[in-house]
């Protein structure tokens, strides 16, 4: 029984590290552009734990795909350069509202930006309490039970 071979055992991956971290500056971008959907849509959110969920949120993403490592420093960079540009309004207005930069495939510094993290900062606070802003009944985002007209606890087409 010394011969005894285990075939589950965790492997690492060198490109991987267990403990990849953000640094501090492109986080502080990325909660800046996060409080900036907030207002900008007008959602509301909680004040308290939305910014240690939205770290958890990007490094569960940086787990999944490395290349989300990339893209949140390429949004920093993006939403600089836009508001040495355009000032800061309205370098977050462009990144929210450009039509070409919601052209697939994403082949631009501000498209990449605009789809990989701003659309998906966007689907995250609408998640952690933003469907309350369009009347919803069972908040924190979570969306379930009968389509019912008259009775969903969000907003509808019809409704709008």
């Given at each position: 029984?010394?011969?005894?071979?285990?075939?589950?055992?965790?492997?690492?991956?060198?490109?991987?590290?267990?403990?990849?971290?953000?640094?501090?500056?492109?986080?502080?971008?990325?909660?800046?552009?996060?409080?900036?959907?907030?207002?900008?849509?007008?959602?509301?959110?909680?004040?308290?734990?939305?910014?240690?969920?939205?770290?958890?949120?990007?490094?569960?993403?940086?787990?999944?795909?490395?290349?989300?490592?990339?893209?949140?420093?390429n949004a920093a960079k993006?939403?600089?350069?836009l508001t040495y540009q355009?000032?800061?309004?309205?370098?977050?207005?462009?990144?929210?509202?450009?039509?070409?930069?919601?052209?697939?495939?994403p082949t631009t510094h501000?498209?990449?930006?605009?789809?990989?993290?701003?659309?998906?900062?966007?689907?995250?606070?609408?998640?952690?309490?933003?469907?309350?802003?369009?009347?919803?009944?069972?908040?924190?985002?979570?969306?379930?039970?009968?389509?019912?007209?008259?009775?969903?606890?969000?907003?509808?087409?019809?409704?709008?």
């Amino acid at each position: 029984m010394d011969n005894v071979i285990t075939y589950d055992v965790e492997t690492s991956y060198p490109y991987l590290d267990d403990d990849l971290q953000i640094d501090q500056r492109t986080f502080e971008a990325m909660w800046k552009l996060f409080c900036h959907i907030k207002d900008y849509w007008q959602l509301s959110v909680p004040e308290t734990g939305v910014k240690s969920q939205l770290l958890v949120f990007m490094q569960n993403r940086i787990k999944i795909d490395l290349n989300y490592y990339a893209d949140y420093k390429n949004a920093a960079k993006v939403i600089r350069e836009l508001t040495y540009q355009l000032g800061e309004q309205a370098a977050y207005e462009k990144l929210f509202t450009d039509p070409s930069a919601n052209l697939q495939p994403p082949t631009t510094h501000l498209a990449r930006a605009r789809q990989r993290v701003s659309n998906e900062f966007i689907t995250l606070a609408l998640a952690v309490g933003g469907f309350k802003t369009f009347g919803a009944k069972n908040a924190l985002g979570f969306i379930s039970g009968g389509n019912i007209k008259g009775q969903t606890p969000y907003r509808t087409i019809e409704e709008a």
